[in-house]
């Protein structure tokens, strides 16, 4: 690993808002680190777009933050995790530590819901990899998985965010019937938990990833000797398209004023 040092970026990607759920709470388990997040919002939702447009797409926004010199990479959307991570991590090689938002969330699943029957709503592209269920099984905890796509649900978050108008794809999609008698649901989307408190009324227990996340990626920089326990936090957005929407959220997740650069990934 290249040598790094505690005052060095954490860089955080996702293909819009979603990824705000995650950076919220790393800023907030982690106060002096220093963000710098891109959302790919050109891109939209990725969910809907091939693996090799996603791993297109990720190498290009991780060439920009290992330009910034980040200690840690990211990857803040289960969509480009499930398609992109292991060419993002061979790609990076020794130059900053990786994450990806799925890992962290199965570990979790092998500590906390041994044989029990667990529920997942994400993209088509989460769901269609089987990632998901690849590295359940491969946990052996006798964990039953039930996944379904919720196609729509990314889109409209990025749209109308926390809105009534969402809560009828709710009913369609979490009372498919996959989903009966689940113990707990996963939220795999970094968009979904913008919406938890609606998801919530259909279902009882939540696997919100984005707390799970923050404490692993605490858990790496501590063991690298690369926590940031001095100075107040930087952050700096990024977005390959400017959108209101972006705008709006991301003053909402950090109750602050937000700078946003246009970094277009193709000019």
């Known amino acids: 690993m290249k040598a790094h040092t505690p005052q060095q970026p954490i860089g955080i990607f996702d293909s819009g808002i979603g990824g705000l759920t995650v950076a919220h709470a790393l800023t907030t388990l982690l106060p002096n680190e220093h963000i710098i997040y891109f959302g790919d919002t050109a891109h939209l939702p990725y969910g809907e777009k ?6 297109a797409y ?3 926004i991780i060439h920009l933050l290992l330009q910034q010199e980040c200690k840690l990479i990211l990857i803040a959307c289960h969509s480009a995790s499930a398609a992109a991570f292991e060419l993002v991590r061979e790609y990076v090689g020794t130059q900053a530590i ?6 962290p969330t ?3 699943l092998g500590e906390k819901f041994q044989s029990r029957h ?5 993209t088509r592209q989460t769901v269609n990899s089987h990632i998901y269920k690849k590295k359940i099984d491969n946990l052996d905890r006798n964990i039953t998985l039930s ?3 919720t196609n729509l649900l990314a889109s409209a978050i ?3 965010g926390n809105h009534p108008v969402i809560d009828p794809l709710l009913d369609v999609y979490l009372s498919h019937a996959d989903l009966k008698n689940i113990d707990a649901l996963i939220l795999a989307c970094t968009h979904y938990p913008v919406i938890k408190n609606r998801i919530s009324q259909h279902v009882k227990t939540i696997i919100d990833p984005s707390d799970i996340v923050a404490q692993a990626v605490k858990k790496q920089l501590e063991e690298n000797k690369l926590l940031n326990t001095t100075g107040e936090s930087k952050k700096q957005f990024y977005l390959s398209d400017y ?3 972006f705008a709006r959220n991301a003053k909402l997740f950090f109750g602050e004023d937000i700078h946003l650069e246009h970094y277009p990934l193709w000019d």
């Open 58 to 60: 990720a190498i290009k």
């Open 98 to 103: 990786v994450m990806n938002v799925i890992d």
């Open 118 to 122: 667990i529920g997942l709503i994400g």
């Open 50 to 55: 091939s693996t090799a447009a996603i791993q």
């Open 106 to 108: 199965i570990a979790y």
């Open 147 to 149: 996944a379904q796509p």
């Open 243 to 245: 959108t209101e929407s």
């Open 158 to 160: 990025e749209e109308f």
